[in-house]
């Protein structure tokens, strides 16, 4: 059975880091297509990005150069890191995955909580 | 980047009716547009991919079609599992993907 569970959310300050992860199970992350998601509250959907299995990787203009997405084949997780932090970062993080390049995200997590304030 | 303009954002309806949401592409994406349900709480949930192919198990009053740049989902008896919000979603290989604002369809 396929399954994701975010991790690593919490408070930061505008300005700070943090690295949010997502742990797989029933399938091998690197062989698959991962994405980000978010949504702030009571807000719509917002792409994020996303990892090809050929290592591929492609982000939104409202994160580009402050978020990276990254895997580790080892313990068969995906991360994303996020630098630079807005407050309008604060939002619902989602992570889900598609089994091919033309098919899109069909299993998601349950989302992990950003949110950034002073 | 491609931007999806979804309309309308609000639709009020009854059961049984028969409703349509539409979305408009900035650029070509060939058929890579994807439907989801998603109800407060929740992940979103697929229901359609390649602009017209409905997911496995997705009941059959659910269909999706497409003309050019514009694509449409259309529910064609209202049943009351399916007020929720929907999304479009672009899924262009190799290029940034992105999403719909959204429709939130309630009942009247």
């Known amino acids: 059975e396929v399954q994701l569970v975010e991790s690593g959310g919490g408070l930061v300050q505008p300005g700070g880091s943090l690295r949010l992860s997502c742990a797989a199970s029933g399938f091998t992350v690197s062989s698959n297509y991962m994405s980000w998601v978010r949504q702030a509250p009571g807000k719509g959907l917002e792409w994020v990005s996303v990892i090809y299995s050929a290592g591929s990787t492609y982000y939104a203009d409202s994160v580009k150069g402050r978020f990276t997405v990254s895997r580790h084949n080892s313990n068969n997780t995906l991360y994303l890191q996020m630098n630079s932090l807005r407050t309008d970062d604060t939002a619902l993080y989602y992570c889900?995955?598609?089994?091919?390049?033309?098919?899109?995200?069909?299993?998601w997590g349950q989302g992990i909580l950003v949110t950034v304030s002073s | 980047d491609i931007q999806m303009t979804q309309s309308p954002s609000t639709l009020s309806a009854s059961v049984g009716d028969r409703v349509t949401i539409t979305c408009r592409a900035s650029?070509?994406?060939?058929?890579?547009l994807a439907w989801y349900q998603q109800i407060p709480g929740k992940a979103p949930k697929l229901l359609i991919y390649?602009?017209?192919t409905l997911k496995d198990g997705v009941p059959s009053r659910f269909s999706g079609s497409e003309s050019g740049t514009e694509f449409t989902l259309t529910i064609s008896s209202l049943q009351r599992d399916d007020f929720a919000t929907y999304y479009c979603?672009?899924?262009?290989?190799?290029?940034?993907?992105?999403f719909g604002q959204g429709t939130k369809l309630e009942i009247k």
């Open positions: 650029q070509s994406i060939s058929s890579w």
């Open positions: 889900a995955t598609s089994r091919s390049l033309t098919y899109p995200p069909d299993y």
């Open positions: 979603h672009q899924y262009t290989p190799y290029s940034p993907y992105s």
């Open positions: 390649k602009a017209s």
